[in-house]
């Protein structure tokens, strides 16, 4: 069985500075893939930044990038240049290789001050 | 972009009335899915459909039923709600390809009194 632990329920962050959420999960598969996903106040969630397990380098999309430590099961997301529309709950989630189907974690709310 | 739409934004229901939450989505994607969002718990799958008829349970399927008939369209059935039903109900698509993302519709925040 799959697990996804996100340990920070709430972070804030000052606009333009960096923020960190951590990502922990728990599986015996060696081929995964792992997402993060946001969900702003208006309850769509987006997709944010998606890894292959198999890739050593780390996903990159404009300001979020991730940090992922396959040996220490990690994946966590940094987001550069915080913006107030970086406001939202972020979710971590995993798939198993072969699959179809997400297992997410419990979220992080991110809150970005002006 | 792909458009995942469910009917209702917000749904009120009393206990024991069957409820139907309905997810319609425009991209022909074969795979199909309704998770249930609870604070602390995060996103939980319910049921998934690969297929036209076709559904395969989730994690939390007690309570739930769904109905696949036509392609573009999933929809989630509570026989008779409970309160302990009550909360954001999220559909989802993706292409038959293996590991690809999930794209979601906005959710319905369903209360059963």
């Known amino acids: 069985a799959q697990t996804v632990t996100q340990s920070q329920p709430e972070m804030s962050v000052q606009e333009a500075e960096t923020v960190t959420l951590s990502c922990t999960y728990d599986?015996?598969?060696?081929?995964?893939?792992l997402f993060w996903y946001k969900q702003p106040p208006s309850r769509q969630m987006i997709l944010v930044i998606r890894?292959?397990?198999?890739?050593?380098q780390n996903a990159t999309e404009n300001r979020f990038s991730v940090n992922f430590q396959k040996a220490a099961k990690s994946f966590s997301l940094k987001i550069s240049d915080s913006q107030l529309g970086d406001t939202a709950m972020y979710f971590c989630?995993?798939?198993?290789?072969?699959?179809?189907?997400?297992?997410f974690g419990t979220g992080t709310r991110l809150t970005v001050i002006p | 972009d792909v458009k995942v739409t469910q009917s209702s934004r917000y749904l009120v229901k009393r206990t024991g009335e069957k409820v139907f939450l309905e997810c319609v989505q425009d991209m022909d994607h074969e795979n199909m899915f309704w998770y249930r969002q609870d604070p602390g718990l995060g996103l939980r799958l319910i049921y998934f459909s690969y297929d036209v008829k076709m559904k395969e349970k989730g994690d939390i399927p007690e309570g739930y039923s769904v109905s696949r008939e036509k392609k573009e369209r999933f929809s989630l059935i509570l026989e008779s709600a409970s309160t302990n039903q009550t909360s954001m109900y999220l559909c989802?698509?993706?292409?038959?390809?293996?590991?690809?993302?999930?794209?979601f519709g906005n959710g319905t925040r369903l209360t059963v009194t």
């Open positions: 599986t015996s598969e060696n081929n995964y893939y």
């Open positions: 989630a995993f798939m198993r290789g072969g699959a179809n189907n997400l297992f």
């Open positions: 890894q292959e397990a198999y890739k050593q």
């Open positions: 989802a698509s993706s292409s038959p390809d293996y590991n690809s993302p999930l794209h």
